[in-house]
Each structure stands twice: as C-alpha cells, then as structure tokens.
C-alpha cells in the first residue's frame, strides 16, 4: 500500500476503487508463500517494491525467466540501482533480492 501511495505522489491517477485494485493484485500475484507475520510483512514490501521500481522500466515475464539466486539478484539490482534505479542500498535491496531469489530463483524452475 505505501508503494501505491508514493506512486500517488508521483503522479499516478488512481481511484480508492484502482488502488484497491492494484494492491490485491500485487499481492495476490507476487506475495510469498510464507504465512508467518514478518514473511507476510518483507514479501509483501517486497513484492510492492517490484510495481513502481522494477516493472516500469521491466515486464515482468523478463523477471520471471531470470532464475537467479538471491546474490545474482543483488548483483542484478545493484547494477540496476548504478544505471537509475530508485532503490536504496540496504533494507530495500536486500528485501527485493531476497524475494525474487524464493519466488522466480533456480529452485523455482
């Protein structure tokens, strides 16, 4: 939800009704499958992250065919980061790196 809203902020035309919409569907389509608490808590801020950070720039049939470890993803996202992307070093990137690596990492094949 916080996502959503900074896109808001950024200027994205969004409804209650559409906003509504774009949070369940994030959530629905990238949470995790974890179901304790702090899982729920870092996948779902994770998988927020993906929507005004990654698949702006990214489709994400080009994300789900990289099967890369948690390492090879923040490597990924580093370089990312090197060449614009909005994301800050730390909390962020480890939390997206972590999260792509369980849901599209090699063991997901």
Not at 51 to 75: N, V, Y
Not at 93 to 98: F, I, K, N, T
Request: with cysteine.
């Amino acid at each position: 939800m916080r996502e959503v809203d900074k896109m808001i902020g950024w200027g994205v035309s969004l409804s209650a009704t559409e906003k509504d919409e774009v949070v369940n569907y994030v959530s629905a389509r990238f949470g995790a499958g974890d179901s304790s608490p702090a899982a729920d808590t870092s996948a779902s801020d994770a998988s927020a992250t993906l929507l005004p950070r990654c698949l702006t720039c990214h489709d994400m049939h080009l994300i789900e065919q990289q099967r890369l470890s948690a390492p090879g993803w923040k490597r990924e996202i580093d370089k990312m980061v090197g060449w614009g992307a909005s994301l800050t070093e730390g909390g962020e990137v480890e939390r997206l790196s972590e999260y792509l690596a369980r849901r599209f990492g090699p063991a997901t094949r």
